[in-house]
C-alpha cells in the first residue's frame, strides 16, 4: 500500500462534497462516480473529475460494486472512499479493491463482515466482559421467541442479525403479538438482508443512545474521540445529536470508551469506527448495541468539539501512516450540537418532500458548520435520501450550543420543499430537551401520539 | 383517466408521428408531455434548448419535476428527455438532425474489436444492420456486446478503444436508412 493521489468518491449528496473538500485540503485529486440525475450535482461541480455510473437506481450506479471499480481504474483513482450508506458497509466493495490493487477508505473486509453480523458481534463482545443487552440469542421460531421473550420481560425488540442502524427491529409489548410479529420480522429481515436469523433484546424503556467514535491505525494505536449522544431518534432514525452526552458522567465516560477501544482493539480494526451504546438511564447501566464500520453522518459533532478532521484521518490511515495524534492530545472542548435538516413534512408524518429548491439562505456566523450539498435551484431527486444539511453549532457549553442552534435554525431559510426545520425549533425549545431529560422514543411520545 | 403507461406513450407517439401535427401538449393532472416534430424543433436551436437527434422529440415530466426521467424505448429509436431548462447537457456534440446517437447503456472500457489485434467491428462510414455488433463494453470481465439496433451508416466512432465510457455517452453517430424508419412507425 502506498501514498494516495486520487480518490474515487463512491457516493453523494453531502457526504460526497465533504470527502471532496478533504481531499481539496490534502492536495489529492478526487474522481466522482455521479448516476444520471446527479450529474449537476455540488459534489459534481466540485469533484476534480466526474464520471456518470449509471442510471438514478442505485442498484444500476452506487450499489454496483464492478461498476464503481472499472471507474475507479479506468479514471487512475489509487484509492474509494465509499462514504456511509450504499456499499459502506458491504465487504465486496473492499475485497474488490484489494484484487484490484485501489486502497479502501475504511476498515478492513473481515472487520465489516465480523460487526456486520449482529449476532456475531455481540457474542465476541460479551466474551470481552463488555455487557450486551439482556436476551440476545438466536431465536429460531415463534416459540422459542416466546420463551425468550417471558425469561428477559416484555417490552422486546426482535431484531434481525443481518440489520443494523435502526433497520430490522420490531417491539413486541406482550405475549399475545409475539407470534405473528415475529413472522413478520423474519419474513422482513429475509426480504431486506437475504438473512431471516432473528434474536430478542430486552426492550429499554428509559434508554440513550451514545456512541464512541473511533480511530484506528495498522500499527495497533487505537484512540477513542469521546461520545456523541443520538437519543433524539424518530422510529430509530437519528435527527439530533451531541456531543459530550449530557447524560454521561465523566465515570461513565471512562468505562465506555474504554470498552470501545477493548472492542476495536480486539478485532485488529482499522480506521474510523463506532462503538454504539444503550444506556439504561434507570439502572445507570450501558450495553453494547453494535459496531457501524464506516464514518458516520454524525461525525461532525466529534470534529467540533475535539478539533480534529476524522475524514482527513481516514485518509491518512488508509495511506498507512499512523493516526496523527495521540490520546493525550486530544480533549473535550466545548459543546456541538447538530440537526439533521431532511426535505420531510413534520406536520405530516414526515413524508419525504422532495423537489426543487427554490431558494436556499442557510444561516452564517461565527459558530455555525453547515454539511450540505444543496443551493438555489438545486433539485432534491425521489430516488435517495432526503438529507439536505447537517447544521451544526458549537458553544462553549451545552446551553450555549443549543442557543445558537435555536437562532440558526430561525435563520435558515428553504423555499420550494418542506423541511424538517420547524420540528427542531420545537426541539431546541422543549424544557425536555433543553433539561437533557429525554429517551430514544421521546420523539413518538411528546410529538407523534397526539 | 389519471396517467399514462409505457405503451399508451408509445402510441401517442405513433400518432403524432404520422400526423401533420407539429406541436402536442398534453397535461393530465400533474403530468405533462409535451412533443415537438423535427421540423418544429429547428426553430429552438437559436434558444439554446437542447434537440435531440430524433425526427420526433418527447418530454415529459411527472409533478412538474424537471429530473424526473422516463424512458420509454430503448437504445436508438426514439429518446425521451427530461425537461433541461437552465442546464442544457454540454457534452454532446451538435449534430445534424437525422443522425442517431448510440450511447453506452452502461459504464464500462470501450473495445471496438473482439480481441486485441483482431479488425474492429464496424469502421467509419459501414453500413449496419439492427443485428450488427458495434462495439464491447467491459466491466470486471464481464463483456458486454452493444449492437446497432438500427439500419444505416456509421458516421462517426465518438470513443476511444480501451478507455473507459460512461453510462449515456455517445459512442458512435449513425444515419439511419430512412426506409428503416418507415417500417419502424407501422410496426
Known sequence: MGSISRVFVANRGEIALRIIRACREMGIESVLGVSNVDKNSLPAKMADRVVCIGPHPPLQSYLKVGTLITA????????????????????????????????????????????????????????????????????????????????????????????????????????????????????????????????????????RHIEVQILADRYGNVIHLFERDCSLQRRYQKMVEEAPSPAVTSDMREKITQAAVAIAQHVNYENAGTIEMVLDQDQGKFYFLEMNTRIQVEHPVTEMITGKDLVKEQIRIASGNPISFTQEEISIKGHAVECRINAEKPDANFMPHPGRILSWTPPEGHGIRIDSHCYSGYFVPPYYDSLLAKLITTGVNRSKAIHRMEDALANFDVKGVETTIPFYRKVMNHPDYLNGRIHTRWVEEVFLNR | MGSIDHDDLIQILEIVGHSDIDEFRLELGELKLFLKKSSAAHADRASGMPVPERTETASLTERAEPSEERTTSSGASGEVLPETRGEPESREPAKVTGYTAIKAPLLGTFYRAPKPGAPPFVTEGQSVIEDDTLCIIEVMKLFNTIKAGIKGTIKEICAEDGQLVEFDQTLFWVEEDPKQELREAQA
Open chain 1, 72 to 207: 475507479a481504474l479506468g479514471t487512475g483513482a489509487d484509492a474509494i472512499h465509499p462514504g456511509y450508506g450504499f456499499l459502506a458497509e458491504q465487504p465486496e466493495l473492499g475485497e474488490a479493491c484489494m484484487h484490484n490493487g485501489l486502497i479502501f477508505i475504511g476498515p478492513k473486509p473481515e472487520n465489516i463482515r465480523q460487526m456486520g453480523d449482529k449476532l456475531v458481534a455481540r457474542e465476541m463482545v460479551r466474551d470481552l466482559g463488555v455487557p450486551v443487552i439482556p436476551g440476545s440469542e438466536l431465536v429460531h421460531d415463534a416459540k422459542e421467541a416466546g420463551a425468550m421473550a417471558e425469561k428477559v420481560g416484555f417490552p422486546v425488540l426482535l431484531k434481525a442479525a443481518a440489520g443494523g442502524g435502526g433497520k430490522g427491529m420490531k417491539m413486541v409489548r406482550n405475549p399475545s403479538e409475539l407470534k405473528s410479529v415475529f413472522e413478520e420480522a423474519s419474513a422482513e429481515a429475509r426480504a431486506a438482508f437475504g438473512d431471516d436469523r432473528i434474536y430478542i433484546e430486552h426492550l429499554i424503556a428509559n434508554a
